[in-house]
């Protein structure tokens, strides 16, 4: 069964500077997507951003972007320019070809003014 | 266009009672996935149907838990009779298609506390 580790159950990071939340995977497959989701508080997850394994370019959307390491089943997320918004529980998860997605625990991000 | 809906927010029950969870998936959806976190773990999916059918529902925890989905529109998920370890946020998506990089989109999660 494929899983997905979250090591770091919180991260801070002062506003206008960069952050990487880490995420590592595992599974015996060849073809799958990955995703990172944001939950801010009281609110529902949305998708940042997504990267299907067959591609070797790293995905960026805006300020985030990832760094896939498909040998080492690594996939995190760098956020660049923080901002007072990017305050949330991320989600790493991991879909094979069809669903479901599996999470990892998640990391708390808090942004420091 | 509206996202998706879940009914009630919080809800707060005695063990032994019996709660009804509802979603409303992103119209036109045919694909709705239920989630489940318990404090401090991972989110675990619970099942997915495609329109009315059970697609897959590996991850009901047990006979107490019966989702339906009348109609191929929302969905009710029941818990009869709870247990204190059913607490946790529920969670419901949707998708329009299974394949590819088809992303499921989040309701808010409804949060049950079991005392």
């Known amino acids: 069964a494929q899983t997905v580790t979250q090591s770091q159950p919180e991260m801070s990071v002062q506003e206008a500077e960069t952050v990487t939340l880490s995420c590592t995977y595992d599974?015996?497959?060849?073809?799958?997507?990955l995703f990172w989701y944001k939950q801010p508080p009281s609110r529902q997850m949305i998708l940042v951003i997504r990267?299907?394994?067959?591609?070797?370019q790293n995905a960026t959307e805006n300020r985030f972007s990832v760094n896939f390491q498909k040998a080492a089943k690594s996939f995190s997320l760098k956020i660049s320019d923080s901002q007072l918004g990017d305050a949330a529980m991320y989600f790493c998860?991991?879909?094979?070809?069809?669903?479901?997605?599996?999470f990892g625990k998640g990391t708390r991000l808090s942004v420091i003014a | 266009e509206a996202g998706v809906t879940q009914f009630p927010s919080h809800s707060v029950i005695e063990k032994g009672q019996t709660v009804t969870l509802r979603c409303d998936p992103i119209?036109?959806?045919?694909?709705l996935y239920w989630y489940r976190r318990v404090m401090g773990k991972e989110i675990k999916f619970l099942l997915h149907?495609?329109?009315?059918?059970?697609?897959?529902e590996s991850g009901m925890p047990n006979n107490r838990f019966l989702a339906e989905r009348t109609g191929g529109t929302y969905s009710t998920l029941k818990v009869q009779p709870a247990e204190l370890e059913d607490s946790g946020v529920y969670f419901c998506?949707?998708?329009?298609?299974?394949?590819?990089?088809?992303?499921?989109?989040f309701g808010p999660g409804t949060r049950l506390t079991v005392l």
């Open positions: 998506a949707s998708s329009q298609y299974i394949t590819g990089e088809n992303e499921q989109f």
């Open positions: 599974t015996s497959e060849s073809d799958y997507y």
């Open positions: 990267q299907e394994a067959y591609k070797q």
């Open positions: 998860a991991y879909r094979s070809i069809a669903p479901p997605l599996v």
């Open positions: 119209s036109g959806h045919d694909n």
């Open positions: 149907f495609v329109k009315e059918s059970k697609q897959d």
